[in-house]
């Protein structure tokens, strides 16, 4: 059984930062990317960033070079660093594990930017 688990995130005031961390547990064949999501009440889930297996990365226009994903393969771990937060950055951050099957969800961890 797949399991994803989020932490880290928490209440920042605007310009900080905070880091997410998904661990990842389970029978795992055929990974595509691993990346992370965020969604507000009434919109769409929205691709933050993600990292392929082999280690190319993507972020969306809103995020970009303010957030970086990485990850540990040791610890089976996938980060979010993110920099600079802004109040806009406020959401639920949902890790995702896309597989050639299907796409596996963590229960996610709200970050809420707010002075």
């Known amino acids: 059984q797949v399991q994803l688990v989020e932490s880290g995130g928490g209440l920042v005031q605007p310009g900080g930062s905070l880091r997410l961390s998904c661990v990842t547990s389970?029978?795992?064949?055929?990974?595509?990317?691993m990346g992370w999501y965020r969604q507000v009440p009434g919109k769409q889930r929205e691709l933050v960033a993600i990292i392929t297996s082999g280690d190319s990365t993507n972020y969306s226009d809103s995020v970009k070079g303010r957030f970086t994903i990485s990850r540990d393969n040791a610890k089976n771990t996938v980060y979010l660093q993110m920099n600079s937060l802004q109040p806009e950055d406020t959401a639920v951050y949902y890790c995702?594990?896309?597989?050639?099957?299907?796409?596996?969800w963590g229960q996610g961890t709200q970050v809420t930017v707010s002075s």
């Open positions: 995702n594990q896309r597989t050639i099957m299907r796409d596996y």
């Open positions: 389970g029978n795992i064949f055929a990974i595509l990317h």
